[in-house]
Antibody
């Protein structure tokens, strides 16, 4: 059974870097999936941040592209998110998710982590 | 501001049928991109409701169905049950934004 688990950084200071990891068990990051990050500000909707296909090719939300990087660690059992120059607007629950291709060019997220709340505050 | 618009809430009594609309444009739903639907129970992560081939994950009942026409898509829930009270989101791809987009979200309220 595939399981995703986000790390828990908790509090990040404004202008700092938000760093999260997602531990993947029961599946290989090199499989034909899009290992993704999605966030949700408190009381608001979902926002796609970006993804990493087969652990090799990254794709980012253009609104965040200048500040975000998604990569896989050498162990190949977790992937990470780094978001730089954070502000209070980046306060959200961050989810890692597995994306799968529908064949029409639109990936769907069929497996999600439980999510971790990251607060940006001094 | 999402490019996929959903009603903030819909409500129905137990046993009734409700539909949730997801209105897009020619750069997303109207470009014939698939629309996927998620249920988010209070305090939980979103959960995929229907696979692209219209099969459902094992824990999802067949009371949930989807449709798409033109620049809009819909999720129908028949035989409403108390456990269906949750937030629901649509998701697609937008060529103008060059990325995946979610709808604004709809809260289903059981009367």
């Amino acid at each position: 059974q595939v399981h995703l688990q986000e790390s828990d950084p908790g509090l990040v200071k404004p202008s700092g870097t938000l760093s999260l990891t997602c531990a993947v068990s029961g599946a290989s990051i090199s499989s034909s999936n899009f290992w993704s990050w999605v966030r949700q500000p408190p009381g608001r909707g979902l926002e796609w941040i970006g993804d990493l296909y087969r652990g090799l090719t990254s794709n980012y939300n253009p609104s965040l592209k200048s500040r975000v990087a998604i990569s896989v660690d050498k162990s190949q059992i977790q992937f990470s998110l780094k978001l730089t120059s954070v502000t209070a607007a980046d306060t959200a629950t961050y989810y890692c998710a597995r994306g799968s291709s529908s064949g029409s060019g639109v990936i769907y997220f069929d497996l999600w982590g439980r999510g971790t709340l990251v607060t940006v505050s001094s | 501001q999402s490019v996929l618009t959903q009603p903030p809430s819909v409500s129905g009594a137990p046993g009734q049928r409700v539909t949730i609309s997801c209105t897009g444009t020619s750069s997303n739903i109207g470009a014939d991109y698939d629309v996927h639907w998620y249920q988010q129970l209070p305090g939980a992560a979103p959960k995929l409701l229907i696979y692209p081939n219209n099969n459902r994950p094992s824990a999802v009942p067949d009371r949930f169905s989807r449709s798409k026409s033109g620049t809009s898509a819909s999720l129908a829930i028949t035989g409403l049950q108390a456990e269906d009270e949750a937030d629901y989101y649509c998701q697609s791809y937008d060529t103008s934004l060059s990325g995946y987009v979610f709808g604004t979200g709809t809260k289903v309220i059981i009367l």
